[in-house]
């Protein structure tokens, strides 16, 4: 098993700054790997796609907290 964490701030304000690098990476690698939708778990207040590559399952995590 795969977990890939997105750190950055949650909100449209903070897109496109260099302290989200690492959400919209992950965000868009998801995107392509897993083609699902994101949802949201209360118990990570993340965001939460779950999907397999080949054998290996991937987890990507968007926490929805401020760094």
Not at 33 to 61: H, L, Q, Y
Request: hydrophobic content about 35%.
């Amino acid at each position: 098993m795969i977990f890939i964490i997105g750190l950055g701030n949650p909100g449209g304000e903070y897109e496109g700054t260099r302290h989200n690098i690492g959400r919209e990476i992950a965000e868009r690698a998801a995107k392509e790997m897993i083609s699902k939708e994101f949802r949201f778990e209360k118990k990570w207040n993340a965001r939460v796609v779950e999907g397999k590559r080949g054998k290996e399952k991937i987890t990507f995590v968007l926490p929805d907290t401020f760094v």
